[in-house]
């Protein structure tokens, strides 16, 4: 009996350096693939260019290395990829599985919160605005390796969401789901920011009739409850000349056992790969960073 290779993946976004949240979801997905002797891919997720800082995909890089977590094989800059997510919608389009909508947030809003659908049902459809996915499937619930059964609530599991923006950007679920299909994605691991959202991704594969990797969201560091550490409310960048402590932290903080500190960075990875334990990660969506 054949079994697929691990293959999993860290996405960052080029919007600020790396920060103790994005070490903990970057180390908690270096360290599932490695102990599956698995492949572990970077992807940089480059197509929102108003939130993006100069050099800060090169930080990125820079800074992990620095905490040896090596990736492999070539990089994928989501940049170099519009031209497939475009023929991807031109499709949908022309199967009628995606439609242009021209609601505003205010009409949204006065719908009570779920857009109900109406443009799509338009006898005479819009030929620009937004475009929306025909969300026939609408999943709302599936199987987390850390979180177990997540039931979603159903109005947001079966709205027909954004998959290209008005300003002409392409929308997250559209190329997340996308590139984890095209590089063979067998599980992600990533922060449970993106917990819920995921039914919608499962969505996606199985309108593009792809096979959904499997899912393991880790718990977010927060500063307090509700509120992720991240770029957007300046999160530290973490210290890429002297590793050690923050690597160790990150361990603490999945609730992995630490390695010697006063080994080299490459050494400190060998063993926190040979001693990780996926049970003992926290089974939360937050801890609050003490």
């Not at 991704?201 to 307090?224: E, K, M, N, R, Y």
């Not at 609730?255 to 926190?272: N, S």
Request: charged share 20%; proline share 5%.
């Amino acid at each position: 009996m054949s079994h697929q290779a691990y293959i999993g993946r860290f996405a960052p976004s080029p919007s600020g350096p790396l920060h103790f949240g994005s070490l903990v979801a970057a180390l908690g997905s270096y360290l599932r693939a490695r102990s599956q002797n698995g492949q572990w891919l970077v992807r940089v997720e480059d197509i929102d260019p108003p939130r993006e800082i100069l050099g800060a995909t090169d930080d990125i890089l820079r800074t992990l290395d620095a905490y040896s977590l090596h990736w492999d094989g070539d990089l994928l800059y989501q940049s170099n990829r519009l031209d497939t997510y475009q023929s991807q919608i031109d499709s949908l389009i022309a199967q009628d599985k995606a439609y242009y909508c021209q609601c505003s947030r205010k009409q949204i809003k006065a719908m009570g919160g779920t857009y109900d659908g109406r443009c799509g049902r338009l006898t005479s459809p819009h030929v620009s605005g937004a475009i929306r996915i025909r969300n026939n499937t609408g999943i709302d619930r599936f199987d987390d390796l850390q979180m177990g059964e997540v039931k979603v609530d159903k109005d947001f599991a079966t709205e027909d969401f954004i998959i290209k923006r008005s300003d002409g950007l392409y929308a997250y679920q559209l190329a997340v789901v996308m590139d984890d299909a095209f590089q063979q994605i067998t599980e992600v691991a990533r922060g449970s920011d993106l917990l819920i959202p995921t039914c919608r991704q499962i969505s996606l594969f199985q309108i593009f009739s792809q096979t959904p990797p499997a899912w393991l969201h880790l718990p977010l560091v927060c500063t307090t409850p509700g509120m992720k550490l991240s770029k957007q409310n300046h999160a530290a960048a973490i210290d890429k000349t002297h590793p050690q402590v923050s690597f160790n932290a990150a361990l603490a903080f999945l609730g992995q056992a630490q390695v010697t500190p006063e080994q080299q960075m490459d050494k400190m990875v060998t063993q926190a790969i040979a001693q990780f334990d996926l049970s003992l990660i926290p089974k939360q969506t937050e801890i609050i960073l003490a």
